[in-house]
């Protein structure tokens, strides 16, 4: 079964720093992995994605992620936070060909401080 | 940019009666999701709807729930007895390709469903 870990329910990092977070997943076939971003009262906002190819994808908001297989991780990183980065981010997994459902992560809520 | 739009975006109800949540997904997209997020837990699927007719559903899509694509543009959810349990935010989703190819799915903003 497809399953995504998030074991972070919050990170906290101050403005200019690094950030990481983390996403662990399990899939049986080949995994599309995708993080998205959730504002305060507003929808899921697609991050960035990895299907194959180069494991360091480059999303928006300068966000950037890396797939590791044998570690099956897909972490999520930005080089220098911003206060507005601010928000909950969720990691999800489709299981290559297999189905098309997103599998979830529980989200993880960034809070960047001034 | 074009967007998921979805209403209302709050909803509240009594138990046992029937809801429909309303959608509009992106104009070219050709699949179309509903998920939920129950306050304070993961979001999950519900199914998916492909050339008018379901192509998966979760275990949480029972008979009490139906969709439909009554007109070119718009993806209706419909909750026939609604249930406390059934409290969520339902957001809808659509992507622009079939089958199981590798193109995201965009979200709308949620509708906010509260029964009573």
């Known amino acids: 079964a497809q399953s995504v870990a998030q074991p972070e329910d919050q990170v906290n990092v101050a403005e200019g720093n690094p950030l990481t977070v983390k996403c662990t997943y399990s899939?049986?076939?080949?995994?599309?992995l995708f993080w998205y971003v959730q504002y305060p009262n507003r929808g899921l906002q697609f991050l960035l994605k990895?299907?194959?190819?180069?494991?360091l994808v480059k999303g928006s908001y300068g966000f950037e992620a890396e797939f590791n297989k044998s570690q099956t991780s897909f972490h999520l990183k930005k080089p220098s936070a911003l206060v507005s980065d601010s928000a909950l981010y969720f990691c999800?997994?489709?299981?290559?060909?297999?189905?098309?459902?997103?599998?979830f992560g529980t989200g993880t809520r960034l809070q960047v401080f001034p | 940019e074009p967007e998921v739009t979805q209403t209302p975006s709050h909803q509240v109800t009594q138990m046992g009666q029937e809801v429909i949540l309303r959608c509009v997904p992106i104009s070219n997209h050709l699949y179309f999701y509903w998920y939920r997020q129950i306050l304070g837990q993961k979001v999950e699927f519900l199914v998916s709807f492909y050339n008018n007719e379901i192509s998966e559903k979760s275990e949480i899509f029972d008979d009490q729930f139906s969709v439909e694509r009554p007109d070119g543009s718009n993806f209706t959810l419909k909750i026939r007895s609604t249930k406390l349990e059934d409290s969520a935010m339902y957001f809808c989703?659509?992507?622009?390709?079939?089958?199981?190819?590798?193109?995201?799915?965009?979200f709308g903003q949620g509708t906010r469903l509260t029964v009573v």
């Open positions: 899939v049986s076939g080949n995994p599309y």
């Open positions: 989703a659509s992507r622009v390709e079939g089958g199981v190819a590798n193109t995201e799915a965009f």
């Open positions: 999800a997994v489709r299981d290559g060909r297999n189905t098309d459902k997103l599998i």
């Open positions: 990895y299907i194959t190819g180069d494991n």
